[in-house]
């Protein structure tokens, strides 16, 4: 062989690794082209992902305007805010005024009168003491001016809410004196059950007690409007005085009696 050859092919010989060399080089870039591919696939499951995310976040905002919505809810279901019966009752179609209405037994004195009681379930309206039938019933005949009535009619209120919350179902009312109609704010501001306002015309003040006489005189009927229980305070003061504690348990005692019949 020449020389000249023998230059030939040792030059081709070490051209040789240099051009596999440059083609590794160029799978290799392609290996990372694929990889640059793979990343920009990532990147579109991440947009994916942001998708979600806006799914969820509308979800989540859906659902919190649909809980606003819910609690906007303002019906009432609960029981009336007022005090008393619910509905009146007239005057019996036969009834007659009872010979003895301080003798128990006896039933009570027939007549209606207007109910000035704000709190009361039937304010503004003229009813029968039938309105109260159904339970044990306390009537008081009072005089609003009257400062010992004032005090007692305070006392009344806590026995009534003590029993309430007993759990016992009963029924206060108090008959202020007619001619009183001026000071009837006297009672309002110290007592949430039912106030009837006494008129000249109906005098029911007079048809449960001696004319002129009753002051502060409280009457405890039945749930059948019968009369349990009389107490004339005039006559029996301090056994009935409720500022202390031996009068308040005679009238406690004497409405559950009533209530066990």
Known sequence: MTASLRFFFAGALLLLPACQGITVTNQDAGSESDDIGESTGDSTDVGSDATDASETTDTATSDTTTDTGSSTDTTD???????G?????????????????????????????VDFQ?????FGQSYSLETFKGRVT????????????????????QMYQQLSDEGYEVWFVVINQHGYDASQQEFIDRVSFPLLQ????????????IPGMGTDDMYIYGADGI???????AANNPSIDLKTQAGWDTVYNAILDALQG
């Not at 009369?227 to 305070?233: A, E, R």
């Open 85 to 113: 019966p619910q509905g009146i009752q007239p005057l019996p179609a036969d009834y007659s005024q009872p010979a003895t209405p301080k003798a128990p037994g006896s039933t009570w004195a027939y007549f209606e009168l």
């Open 118 to 122: 704000p709190q009361s379930c039937n």
């Open 77 to 83: 279901t609960g029981p009336l805010d007022c005090t």
């Open 227 to 233: 009369l349990h229980s009389y107490f004339n305070y």
């Open 138 to 157: 306390l009537v008081s005949l009072m005089r609003s001016t009257c400062m010992i009535c004032q005090g007692t009619i305070e006392k009344l209120e």
């Open 198 to 209: 006494d008129r000249v015309e109906v005098d029911a003040w007079d048809l449960m007690n």
